[in-house]
């Protein structure tokens, strides 16, 4: 079972590029999250969404945009990116229920120069 | 507002001894309760919770957690280390509170690291 991939991997970017991570999960979840992964600071919700063609901002969502055009897919874009988003991005999904847990990717790593 | 406290960075136990990662949470209304553990390059893997029922909630790998809600507490546990075990583990945090959004809230995390 893939469960939620994301692509690319890895990617390093110079500053004012623009660029969108891809994520897709082939468990039916409604819910799926964009998270940023930095030393230190746990994860943080950049944005979410609960079902298809719905979004909305989670903790730090400035500078940066997302689409979920498809159930299975979650787009995250970086208009013009800073070195302030040098970080690790997850994606995970989820059922709606309360208590499911979140299942996640391994991760975007995405440098800014 | 939720938040999540792990106040310890680093854990270090010497294999075959009790270890224990600990937790503490804020929330407004009831807790939802998870662990999660990161390998590395590795994205986060689901451990345990607790939603409501017995303190005690056992999950993957023979860990375990507790949840004391006097003390606001959810520390994990595992009666006998192994050196696999090694990694960073997360606790995350949901209000059941209905006026707050379906987010998780994660501490910050702790590199547990256990010695041959």
């Known amino acids: 079972n893939a469960g939620v991939t994301q692509t690319p991997k890895f990617r390093v970017l110079k500053t004012g590029q623009s660029m969108t991570l891809l994520c897709a999960q082939d468990m039916n979840h409604e819910y799926m999250y964009w998270y940023r992964q930095d030393p230190g600071m746990g994860l943080r919700l950049i944005h979410y969404?609960?079902?298809?063609?719905?979004?909305a901002k989670g903790e730090v969502p400035d500078g940066y945009n997302v689409s979920r055009l498809k159930k299975q897919n979650f787009l995250l874009g970086l208009e013009s990116a800073a070195p302030s988003q040098t970080s690790v991005y997850f994606c995970?999904?989820?059922?709606?229920?309360?208590?499911?847990?979140?299942?996640f990717g391994d991760g975007t790593r995405l440098s800014i120069l | 507002a939720q938040s999540v406290a792990q106040p310890e960075d680093q854990v270090n136990v010497a294999e075959g001894n009790p270890l224990t990662v600990k937790c503490t949470y804020s929330v407004s209304g009831n807790p939802y309760l998870f662990w999660y553990v990161q390998y590395p390059n590795r994205g986060l893997q689901f451990l345990l919770k607790y939603i409501t029922g017995d303190n005690l909630v056992k999950g993957s790998y023979g860990f375990e957690a507790e949840f004391n809600k006097s003390q606001t507490s959810f520390h994990l546990k595992k009666p006998s280390a192994l050196v696999s075990d090694s990694a960073l583990y997360f606790c995350a945090v949901r209000d059941s509170w209905a006026g707050s959004a379906r987010q998780l809230t994660f501490g910050s995390g702790t590199q547990l690291t256990v010695l041959p």
């Open positions: 995970a999904s989820s059922y709606p229920e309360v208590g499911q847990p979140q299942h």
């Open positions: 969404s609960v079902g298809e063609g719905t979004t």
